[in-house]
């Protein structure tokens, strides 16, 4: 059974400040999503990881693939409040080994950015 | 441009009763999923519709909930006899393609209340 792990669940962040949050998960997969919650929102897509190796940014935000290590990181640099949210890691793969978009999310990071 | 909307945005039920979730996905898409998601926690898939075809409905939690997408585009997800354990949010996403190297888009969801 797939399992997606995320570590920190909760981040408490000073405005300019960097920090990592970490996605570790269980079987091989080279197709992993990160999300982006606000409450009582629904999810919005901020990267597709499809490749090990994969880097991708946008703004303060920049999410890499280690396929072989099975791990996949969001690192947030200078941080402002308008990222506090919740983000999800999630991670692809049907247990038969065929991929068609059955997602195994990991629980979630809470992140509060605060002066 | 439409986004995947999904209707009613609440829903308030008395444990027993039936209720009906709908979802529109976004126009053309092939690929659409259904989620859960518990208070606090991260979605978990529900079932998987290609065009009109179920092809995964694994993660259907008993055999009180059924979904259909009859002509391919809308989809309805129906929960029998409900309980309180049925209490959540319930997201409907659509990707392009059965091909998943494209995002899944995730609409406004169903936040159910079993009383």
């Known amino acids: 059974e797939l399992k997606v792990e995320q570590n920190p669940l909760f981040l408490s962040m000073q405005e300019g400040k960097n920090y990592t949050i970490y996605c570790n998960y269980s079987?091989?997969?080279?197709?992993l999503y990160w999300y982006r919650q606000d409450p009582g929102k629904s999810l919005e897509s901020l990267f597709v990881?499809?490749?090990?190796?994969a880097v991708k940014q946008e703004g303060r935000l920049m999410a890499s693939l280690d396929t072989k290590a099975r791990l996949s990181t969001l690192h947030i640099t200078a941080a402002v409040h308008d990222l506090s949210a919740t983000y999800f890691c999630?991670?692809?793969?049907?247990?038969?080994?065929?991929?068609?978009?059955?997602?195994?999310f990991g629980q979630g990071t809470i992140l509060t950015v605060h002066p | 441009g439409a986004g995947v909307s999904q209707s009613p945005r609440y829903k308030v039920a008395k444990r027993g009763q039936d209720v009906a979730l709908r979802c529109d996905p976004i126009?053309?898409?092939?690929?659409l999923f259904w989620y859960q998601q518990a208070l606090g926690q991260g979605p978990e898939f529900l079932t998987y519709?290609?065009?009109?075809?179920?092809?995964?409905k694994s993660g259907l939690p008993s055999d009180r909930f059924f979904a259909e997408r009859p002509e391919g585009s809308v989809s309805t997800l129906k929960i029998q006899r409900t309980q309180q354990e049925d209490s959540a949010v319930y997201l409907c996403?659509?990707?392009?393609?059965?091909?998943?190297?494209?995002?899944?888009?995730f609409g406004p969801g169903t936040r159910l209340t079993v009383l």
């Open positions: 996403a659509s990707s392009p393609t059965r091909i998943t190297n494209n995002e899944q888009f």
């Open positions: 079987t091989t997969s080279d197709r």
């Open positions: 990881l499809l490749s090990n190796g």
């Open positions: 999630a991670v692809d793969k049907n247990a038969g080994g065929t991929s068609y978009g059955k997602l195994t």
């Open positions: 126009s053309g898409h092939v690929s």
């Open positions: 519709f290609q065009n009109e075809a179920q092809l995964d």
